[in-house]
């Protein structure tokens, strides 16, 4: 696994059955996907500052997908990493985010390298279940110490904000002002409907600090994951017609960001 340590991409196409099984019919991950994959490649070719990754998209294109390959890809190949996964809500942590993973840990070729409960996923390797591990963690403006503490120096931080329109400034404050280590690996993922005019998830996507941030904005009708005609058939018929511009957003990941 040390082997794709520089590689996500990869790891991602060894690490899983593909073609069999659950994953039958898929020969692995999507072009998007696959995009995102060789960015945080290319940007650890540097530790000189975080690989900072924004990704605005509409329902159902994959997203807690990568979120789980970033995680175990992160573990598997990087000793005494360290990494918070956080969401907008705690049922969207616990039944969305942490359960994908949850998938892809049974699916994972080296699982039994990891244990994994409804709140963690950590090192079996003795005296390296605390410095070795990935915690799944509820945002709070009256708890923010464990966005502050983020420190593994000489190792790698792992950090990713799921559904991350709703997630106040204050805890992207605190998180950016943590990643402070040097020699270093920092990977900052966050992903989220563009729903919000506000905010930092914004800002990162179609704001002013974009030039700060690797950034895309998908359309999910362009995923492969989902049946995309039927899909938005059903959508249709559900609003009666047109949808309002927020359900758009929500459905395909169009967006009503305005450049701030």
Request: proline share 3%; glycine share 8%; with cysteine.
């Amino acid at each position: 696994m040390a082997s794709f340590s520089g590689d996500p991409y990869s790891w991602v196409v060894f690490s899983f059955p593909w073609g069999t099984g659950d994953l039958k019919g898929h020969d692995g991950p999507d072009e998007w996907q696959t995009e995102i994959l060789q960015a945080v490649r290319d940007g650890l070719l540097t530790i000189d500052e975080a690989i900072r990754v924004a990704v605005a998209s509409g329902h159902g294109i994959g997203k807690s997908a990568l979120v789980a390959w970033l995680v175990l890809w992160a573990l598997s190949t990087f000793e005494d990493t360290m990494g918070v996964v956080t969401a907008n809500t705690d049922t969207q942590l616990k039944t969305k985010t942490w359960a994908n993973l949850a998938k892809w840990y049974r699916l994972f070729i080296a699982k039994h390298w990891f244990a994994l409960t409804a709140t963690a996923i950590y090192s079996v390797v003795p005296e390296h279940e605390k410095t070795w591990r990935v915690d799944a963690i509820p945002w709070s403006v009256n708890n923010t110490q464990a966005f502050a503490g983020l420190h593994n120096e000489g190792k790698r931080i792992l950090i990713v904000f799921d559904e991350a329109s709703t997630i106040v400034d204050e805890i992207w404050d605190v998180t950016n002002g943590a990643l402070t280590d040097t020699n270093t690996q920092i990977i900052w993922a966050v992903f989220g409907n563009p729903t919000s005019n506000s905010g930092r998830f914004k800002e990162c996507v179609v704001g002013k600090l974009k030039h700060r941030w690797k950034h895309w904005q998908i359309d999910s009708r362009q995923s492969k994951i989902a049946n995309k005609p039927v899909y938005v058939f059903e959508c249709a018929r559900m609003y009666y017609g047109k949808p309002p511009v927020v359900e758009l957003d929500k459905i395909f990941g169009l967006t009503t960001f305005e450049v701030g």
